[in-house]
């Protein structure tokens, strides 16, 4: 038997009313939390994030994420994708991500919502600073997003580094924007961030996949992707493409309503660029 789940067992008799809850929701769906939030996880059980978090370390887990961790490993449910096997060649493994890099696309269309899209163009349109905040897989993404805004024109910063984020989010104001980028919603320290630069008055956006997050708590704009990889593994891969396409879209929204000033400050970046190429 998964040794988490029998650990569940072996300590639930010293378990409170709610964390019974949870314990009796793994034990009959052991498959199914992956994909979940903790948040999801919560209204599921009908208890708060806090016992959830109380439950995992219960079982020795540092917080949910881990316990997640720990389901997964022992229900074989690790790896990388559900679709490549051992044994496919390289190129095989190319035309099944390919084919799953669609379908997030395809997915997340239906998932974003085309006014929450709009207002967050205009918001970093007229925003005097934009700050995204992106740790781990993100960190990447956040910078991506950092690149081409500064070539749109604004005056954008990526943050990757908790300290820094935090720091960067206590002084912002109105009429900036703060971006915080997690595909599972749970990101504590970009979470916070959210919420410092909410109270200062900034008008905060989120990246992250389809599905009830801490990160929803914290965001005026709420931008969704969506994706199927992490029904079947802890990992969120593809799904990251389909934060670049959102990036790539805000992207070309500002070149296309910047004024002809700004239009000229993206032409002498390209010029500045020329002399960095043979």
């Known amino acids: 038997m998964n040794r988490t789940l029998l650990q569940v067992k072996v300590l639930y008799d010293k378990m409170g009313r709610a964390e019974k809850k949870i314990a009796d929701w793994i034990l009959n769906h052991p498959g199914d939390l992956i994909p979940l939030s903790i948040c999801e996880l919560a209204d599921r059980c009908d208890c708060s994030e806090a016992t959830i978090v109380r439950f995992a370390r219960r079982l020795g887990c540092t917080g949910y994420q881990e316990l997640k961790i720990s389901i997964a490993r022992d229900e074989g449910k690790t790896n990388v994708s559900d679709k490549v096997k051992k044994g496919d060649n390289c190129f095989e493994i190319y035309e099944k991500v390919s084919n799953d890099i669609y379908c997030s696309l395809e997915k997340t269309k239906e998932s974003l919502d085309k006014d929450s899209l709009e207002k967050a163009g205009k918001a970093i349109l007229s925003a005097e600073i934009v700050s995204v905040y992106g740790l781990g897989n993100s960190a990447a993404v956040a910078i991506d997003a950092q690149h081409k805004f500064l070539r ?127």
């Open 152 to 278: 749109a024109g604004c005056n954008a910063f990526a943050y990757s580094d908790n300290h820094m984020q935090a720091i960067n989010a206590s002084h912002l104001k109105k009429g900036d924007v703060a971006i915080g980028i997690s595909h599972s919603g749970s990101s504590k320290d970009v979470v916070e961030a959210l919420k410092l630069a909410r109270e200062k008055g900034a008008t905060t956006i989120c990246l992250t996949n389809e599905g009830k997050s801490p990160i929803l708590k914290q965001s005026d704009i709420v931008l969704f992707t969506s994706s199927n990889e992490t029904r079947h593994s802890i990992l969120g891969l593809n799904s990251r493409i389909a934060q670049l396409a959102i990036i790539d879209s805000l992207y070309l929204y500002l070149v296309s309503h910047k004024d002809d000033l700004a239009l000229k400050a993206i032409e002498d970046t390209e010029r500045a660029l020329l002399s960095k190429k043979y």
